[in-house]
């Protein structure tokens, strides 16, 4: 399989997961336009399109894609039904593509009905998980919010993270600031900030990478708590993750 990264808009990227012939699944398509050009580039046809949650920046291609590409079939949580989803999927459903086999992952947070999925190594996830960082909580609750990243987490240290935006750089110098001292954030900072320098794309990631660089997947760490003014004795993990959520949205 061939992982294709597509920018649209000014940060987003959405997904071309394909073998080259038959199986070519499309990720979060919020334009139609350059899906198209890519495709038509490899003189493909998609053979899936995938929506993680409802906004618009997400499924604005779906119209369009499915008028020149009939039949397409358009899988989704509820919240994308209104958006073009022609399959609804929920957390625990598994979806057969072809060879692939997808689980959907329930990851509300960002959403109340965000899912990811998940078809090893390959886990696209929207707009839950960034590299070093997460998405902000417009609908759920900080809890839920943590509890989704939590399950991510829970998968193999070889996941590819198929995030939506190249929001990594901005993440980074946040969590530099509150970690000025992590010498493993300082050196991944160097790294992207010349990657970006160039032009060039700092996603997919992988867990095992942002198991390291990523505070939001380190809340249990002691460090990160005390430095957030936390007593680990009395405090909830995701009450930690709760502030340092809060601290991003300020920053």
Not at 105 to 122: E, K, N, Q, R, W
Request: proline share 4%; glycine share 6%.
């Amino acid at each position: 399989m061939h992982l294709i990264s597509i920018p649209a808009f000014q940060d987003n990227y959405i997904w071309l997961l394909t073998d080259d012939q038959h199986i070519n699944i499309v990720v979060d398509p919020g334009d139609a336009e350059p899906v198209i050009e890519a495709l038509s580039k490899r003189d493909l046809t998609p053979s899936a399109i995938l929506l993680t949650h409802h906004h618009n920046d997400h499924t604005g291609g779906v119209t369009s894609l499915c008028e020149r590409y009939p039949g397409t079939p358009v899988y989704g949580p509820q919240e994308t039904e209104n958006k073009g989803a022609t399959v609804i999927v929920k957390e625990g459903d598994k979806i057969a593509l072809g060879a692939l086999s997808f689980d959907v992952i329930g990851v509300p947070g960002h959403t109340l009905g965000h899912i990811a999925y998940f078809s090893a190594p390959y886990l696209f996830c929207g707009d839950t998980l960034f590299s070093a960082g997460c998405g902000r909580i417009f609908e759920g609750t900080a809890k839920q919010m943590y509890e989704s990243i939590e399950k991510i987490a829970a998968l193999g240290d070889n996941t590819i993270v198929c995030c939506a935006h190249e929001y990594t750089l901005s993440n980074l110098r946040f969590a530099h600031h509150i970690l000025p001292e992590d010498s493993e954030i300082e050196t991944y900072l160097q790294q992207i900030t010349q990657l970006r320098a160039e032009n060039k794309s700092s996603v997919p990631t992988t867990l095992q990478k942002e198991k390291k660089i990523n505070l939001f997947l380190r809340c249990h760490q002691t460090d990160l708590q005390r430095k957030l003014g936390f007593n680990t004795s009395t405090t909830a993990v995701w009450q930690i993750f709760e502030r340092l959520r809060a601290l991003k949205d300020s920053y």
